[in-house]
């Protein structure tokens, strides 16, 4: 595929999965004040984004739609530098546009910045841990099951949003989406950082572990 084709769905699929993240959370806020019930309305409609943006994006770009994923690919030499910061740049991109679409259709105001408080030890062990398990779960099943990719991931992240203290965000492009909204699914724009480099940490160090647990034996 051409380079803006596969720029174009990275940007796409980055911006369609924040808007069905924030949106959701503006939906389930105005629906309920029960915040476990606000939280599973969040969940549901993100891990159903991600099965149907892989499947029909993934031919295109690999949907990687995420910063961290694009990171491991050029670790693994699958992707050439220039093309991942490219890749970068779109998914962050087209997550704030994200952000401001799902404003836009709730008549909030487009221009936020969210005073959710997520810091500290435990949830930036929860964000790596979050990382990890994602990319395990990404080249584990392109090891085994290719096809299966979008439904794992899918499954995947719907597990993590309750499995983790931090509700899994596992995505930097995401995060900073994530930070120009003042609702439910807000971070702080101070927090950032670290949950930033623990998203970066936790994928890296799955693609080391993943290396050496899927390495085939010669």
Do not use: K
Not at 72 to 100: D, K, N, P, S
Not at 135 to 159: C, D, M, W
Not at 210 to 217: A, D, K, S, T, Y
């Amino acid at each position: 595929m051409s380079t803006p084709r596969r720029l174009t769905a990275e940007a796409l699929g980055t911006g369609l999965l924040v808007c069905t993240v924030v949106g959701s959370g503006i939906m389930a806020e105005t629906l309920t004040e029960d915040t476990g019930l606000a939280l599973l309305a969040n969940t549901l409609p993100t891990g159903a984004i991600l099965m149907v943006l892989i499947t029909i994006l993934g031919p295109l770009s690999g949907a990687h739609f995420n910063p961290a994923v694009t990171l491991v690919f050029a670790l693994r030499r699958e992707i050439a530098g220039m093309l991942a910061l490219a890749y970068v740049a779109a998914q962050v991109a087209g997550g704030i546009v994200g952000t401001f679409a799902a404003h836009a259709m709730f008549a909030q105001p487009v221009l936020q910045a969210s005073l959710h408080v997520r810091t500290g030890g435990a949830q930036w062990f929860a964000e790596a841990l979050a990382a990890f398990g994602l990319v395990l779960t990404i080249l584990g099943g392109l090891r085994s099951r290719p096809e299966a990719v979008p439904v794992l991931v899918g499954l995947y992240i719907t597990a993590a949003y309750w499995f983790t203290a931090s509700t899994s965000f596992a995505n930097p492009a995401v995060a900073i989406a994530r930070s120009l909204t003042d609702t439910f699914s807000g971070i702080r724009p101070a927090d950032l950082p670290g949950f930033i480099i623990a998203e970066c940490a936790g994928a890296v160090l799955a693609a080391g572990f993943c290396g050496w647990l899927f390495r085939e034996r010669t």
